[in-house]
Nanobody, 127 residues
Framework: QVQLTESGGGLVQAGDSLRLSCEVS????????MGWFRQAPGGEREFVAT????????RYADFVKGRFTMTRDADKNSVYLQMNNLKLDDTAVYYC????????????????????WGQGTQVTVSS
């Protein structure tokens, strides 16, 4: 059984930083594409970042480039999202996800590319 558990969310002020964690069980995280998505109240789930299989690179949504960094720790079977210079618009529930299929990497920015999701962690940015 695959499980993803996020942590690290919270209430911060604009300009602050947060580091989200996602621990994976039931699969080797490094062998699969993994992504971070977010969903604001009333909005759709949107792509934030992905890390490709075997650490072949990362991809980011334009609105987080230069501010967010996604990494993976193979020893801890976990992925992370370092978020710097947070803005009010970053307020959302953040989800990590894992894509197990061979074509997941081709559609990494799409919700449908991922097979399992965590429960989400709330990030709230205040002024």
């Amino acid at each position: 059984q695959v499980q993803l558990t996020e942590s690290g969310g919270g209430l911060v002020q604009a300009g602050d930083s947060l580091r989200l964690s996602c621990e994976v069980s039931g699969r080797t995280a490094r062998s699969h594409v993994m992504g971070w998505f977010r969903q604001a109240p009333g909005g759709e789930r949107e792509f934030v970042a992905t890390i490709l299989r075997n650490d072949r690179g990362t991809r980011y949504a334009d609105f987080v480039k230069g501010r967010f960094t996604m990494t993976r720790d193979a020893d801890k079977n976990s992925v992370y999202l370092q978020m710097n210079n947070l803005k009010l618009d970053d307020t959302a529930v953040y989800y990590c996800a894992i894509g197990l299929r061979s074509d997941s990497v081709a559609y990494y920015s799409r919700v449908a590319a991922y097979d399992y999701w965590g429960q989400g962690t709330q990030v709230t940015v205040s002024s």
